[in-house]
């Protein structure tokens, strides 16, 4: 159920985000969605990739420090209070989140929130029984590409 | 008066009269107490013994100055080796006082001194400071740190016994080194120069001006310093800026001094064997050529050195002071024949920062140290290159291991440095090895 997420350390210098981007499409690989974390000298990328093997590969041709992280895909109504009810069933089970993001799809009224957590197995487990749709790696990109 | 004792200036003063006997009666005094020494070595410390045994010498080898050629030489390693007595030629019951100061890598190396090497050590710090003109009367604001560090306590006592008044005000806190100075009048102030000029700038800030007070005299040591230094120092706060130079594994500060000609430091010669010698060959170098500094202590009794690398790089001045001292000058030092750098008078090699980042890591990542300084103040930049396993997609992981090499940088060098991860190959290498030092300091 989990979902493989790129992480790569980026030096907080102009120009830093754009080399891994123009790697990636010049090896004709689609960035479904990204998100960046930063401190005054360095920040981590983090991109969700279909082909994730081949785009892991690629960044460290180049040289880039690359980590696959497994993280947690769900899909949430795209409207007030979507995340509310997600969230509480995590604080609930007392899990922790290291952090996330979110994003949505061309078509549809769903959003999807990515999480990374300390526990990724029991936070799965936690929302499937309150009946959260956790999106595996199949159903993610089948929702992209639609 | 015999020309001997000359005198451009500065009083004579009994207890410095040694720096201006007849070179042959000052040479008989080293010859006797190299001889009582290599003796002395020979018979207490099993390390010093089995080294000139391999070296095929004994101590009734030397009959005269010059055949201290045939004594083998000591490095800064060998006293990590010996950690931490294994050097002394005293039982510890005669040992009244240890410092230490880093080593090359996690130990520190420990130096040692009786009660007769602390009276040696007063008596060249008088004679140091009365060769910048310091006497009863003055106010010595000593600002080098007190503690392990020689120069703090080095200092002290010199200006006690010389009777002069100190400030142990240690180093640091520059409002307060500041507001102490101006309130308490002080005549002479004691730091490191790049320290001074911290203090010069922010002087100016508060709108103190250094050049109407009292201060005349600065006596600025633990780190290389230039002429243009100097000069700027001298303008800025109205005084004479002296150099001093010392090492702890001979004594600490007082091994030389400059006179009040300014031209190069007179050595303490009746207690420390000065050799320049070429630090490829290790062969002793005619007067006046530069090579690396050595030195023999001949009075030392807790911790003996025979012909100490000091990895400093000058040369002797062929050419009698004109302050009439007979004893002779190093130029000031201007490079060194290893890597080590100083920073804020701390003396750095490059591999205790890889030893520090070893211990975090388990393996030394590729890294490069920045030195900078902002305001006289030297600054520290470690730049480590990320590697995957230190790389984490968490920013709380990241912080937490740059603040693990900052500690344990800290930890071995007692300074706090600045970390920066980077990317990999964004240091750059040549010829397949990194530079690891980059030195942007004007000094």
């Not at chain 2, 001094?257 to 000065?274: M, S």
């Not at chain 2, 002071?321 to 002779?328: L, Q």
Request: charged share 25%; with cysteine.
């Amino acid at each position: 159920m989990k979902i493989q997420q790129i992480s790569m350390f980026l030096e907080n210098k102009p120009g830093r985000i754009s080399e891994p981007c123009k790697i990636l499409a010049a090896n004709n690989i689609n960035i479904l969605t990204l998100s960046l974390a930063d401190t005054q000298q360095f920040g981590i990328l983090r991109l969700i990739i279909q082909d994730w093997q081949k785009a892991k590969e690629v960044l460290e041709r180049e040289g880039f420090i690359v980590n696959i992280t497994e993280v947690v895909a769900t899909e949430v109504e795209d409207k007030p209070g979507g995340l509310a009810k997600i969230l509480e069933i995590i604080e609930k089970e007392g899990l922790n989140i290291e952090y996330m993001y979110a994003f949505t799809f061309r078509s549809g009224d769903k959003a999807v929130i990515v999480f990374r957590f300390d526990q990724p197995d029991l936070a799965i487990k936690a929302l499937q029984s309150k009946g959260i749709n956790v999106l595996d790696s199949v159903q993610l990109y089948d929702k992209a590409n639609q | 008066m015999s020309s001997f004792w000359h005198d451009a200036g500065s009083k004579f003063n009994p207890i410095s009269s040694i720096d201006y006997l007849p070179r042959n009666f000052l040479e008989d005094i080293q010859l006797h107490r190299l001889q009582n020494m290599v003796k002395r070595v020979y018979d207490n410390v099993p390390f010093y013994r089995q080294r000139m045994d391999e070296n095929k010498v004994k101590p009734e080898h030397i009959q005269s100055l010059k055949d201290i050629k045939y004594l083998p030489f000591t490095v800064k390693t060998d006293l990590r080796d010996t950690y931490p007595f294994g050097l002394f030629a005293s039982p510890m019951n005669e040992v009244v006082r240890l410092h230490a100061s880093s080593g090359t890598t996690g130990k520190p190396i420990v130096v040692a001194y009786t009660k007769e090497d602390i009276d040696v050590w007063c008596n060249v710090m008088v004679r140091s400071l009365s060769a910048c003109n310091v006497d009863r009367g003055d106010i010595v604001q000593n600002a080098y740190g007190y503690g392990l560090f020689t120069g703090g306590l080095g200092l002290h006592y010199g200006v006690e016994t010389l009777g002069a008044t100190v400030i142990p005000i240690s180093g640091g806190n520059t409002d307060r080194q500041i507001m102490i100075l101006k309130d308490f009048n002080v005549t002479v102030i004691c730091c490191t120069p790049s320290y001074f000029v911290h203090i010069i700038e922010r002087a100016n800030e508060l709108g103190i001006d250094l050049k109407s007070s009292p201060l005349r005299v600065g006596i600025f040591g633990a780190e290389p310093w230039s002429e243009a230094m100097r000069q700027y120092i001298e303008r800025e706060a109205n005084i004479k800026a002296f150099d001093i130079y010392g090492l702890s594994e001979i004594i600490g500060p007082g091994v030389g001094n400059e006179c009040i000609c300014q031209n190069g430091l007179h050595i303490f010669e009746d207690h420390f064997y000065p050799e320049i010698i070429d630090p490829e060959t290790l062969e002793p170098l005619p007067d006046g050529e530069e090579g690396e500094l050595v030195f023999t202590t001949l009075s030392k009794k807790a911790m003996p050195m025979i012909r100490y690398r000091t990895r400093d790089i000058t040369s002797f001045y062929n050419e009698p002071c004109p302050c009439g001292r007979t004893i002779r000058k190093i130029r000031k030092i201007s490079r060194r024949s290893d890597d080590m750098f100083i920073i804020r008078g701390v003396n750095v090699f490059p591999s205790q920062i890889e030893t520090a980042l070893l211990t975090v890591e388990g393996s030394t990542p590729h890294y490069q140290i920045k030195l900078t300084r902002e305001h006289g103040l030297d600054q520290m930049e470690i730049q480590i290159e990320v590697t995957k396993e230190m790389f984490s997609d968490r920013i709380s992981e990241m912080e937490k291991l740059q603040n693990k090499f900052v500690q344990s940088i800290e930890r071995i060098i007692n300074i706090r440095a600045n970390v920066r991860l980077v990317e990999p190959h964004s240091i750059p290498r040549s010829e397949g090895k990194a530079k690891r030092v980059v030195d942007l300091r004007k000094i």
